[in-house]
């Protein structure tokens, strides 16, 4: 149908990327990117009015995306041939041809292109040997300056290996190492690697991308005070079972903060600035980071040697999910996270049955922290013991 779109407006349109690599991969891949020999906006707009779609514009970079009602969406770019003023910034662009178009992008395997327009429908256009590649299992920049032009493909070269299980080819190997060691990586914007470590996060395997990260030295280009070690990589594996764990405790997780707890442990207080600086992390984050490594032997120990829920409770309280991740990737034993595990289910759903005014109303005690101080009792009582009759409790206590 878009082929069909192209043809009215005597426009070519091909299907680009990702799209057409996975689909020699086998893969299912529903990230439709549409090149147009032409106008793509206005491409775009004819496409949105016929399929009665609702479309955005990028108007600087002369593309454009359909949203459908599903979900689903399209993004349709007009060829072309990007220029950098400076390495590591956003791109200038020219209008191109769909060869140009294609050489500027990052790897070959995401470099080919496959014609809609209805007489050459199907026709691919492999102009690099990226099927070649794809079958030898290569990743393989399309020239020298790739790197340089955009270094946040150091870490997607690193993201495409790991997940289709491939090579970084050895000329672009070393290519990437010289990027690496003239600092390209410190001139992108932390916003900008933030966005693909987070995609390395979401692969099937994150802990494997991390550790190539880190073999390959590109770790310590993002966060220098990092060192890799077994011990690291064992922790990063136990929170990767835990999230599964607590899947059902904690909706609110956020799994790239939960690595960087693990990433960042340690780090002393002027790194950490420098880090949350770049990488636009919470103080918040920061603050939690330092609170839970203070505690996080005594809870360990607390865990391992099975105390009772109360005690733990007065070291971690109700920890946010990546608190209990970090506690988590300390513990190696399946005992010692199910304990963990019930802990958390234990003191998340107890709740009072009787309330504060009680005790000023029927016992007449006046002073809130005092109140409070009694409450508390009565709720780590019941940690430990969920049955209990909250009242009778009560009144032994006072
Ligand atoms: N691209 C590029 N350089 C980048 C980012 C993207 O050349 N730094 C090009 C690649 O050709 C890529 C396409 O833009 O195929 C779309 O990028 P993106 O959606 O990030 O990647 P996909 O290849 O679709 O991979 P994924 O399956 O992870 O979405």
Redesign the pocket.
Known sequence: LLGTYGDDNKTPVYV????V??LFLGIK?F?I?LVVEGNGIEFARYASKQLGVKMVEHEKFLTASLFFKDGFRI?IATARTEYYDKPAELPKVDVSTIKKD?Y????T???MAIKLNSGEFGTLYDFFGSRKDLENKIIRVLHKL?FIE?P??II?AV??EQ?FDFKIEDETLEILKETLEGNYLEKVTGQRIRQ?LE?IIKEKDPVKGIKRLAELKILMHIFPKTYFTTTMEKKLKNMLVSFDLLKNIYTKRNIFYAFLRILLEFYDMESLKNVEERYGIPKKFVDELKKTERRLIPVIEMIKTRIKFSDIYKVIGKPIFETATHIMAYLDDNNSREYFKKYLERVFSTKLNIKGNILKDKFNIKSSPEIGKIMNSIFCYKLDNPNINEMEKLKELL
């Open positions: 680009v990327g990702g799209f690599r996975d891949n990230d990117d993004d294609l500027r992008r990052d790897f395997i995401n470099a790739s955009d946040t493909r997607r993201r495409f997940r693909e995609k």
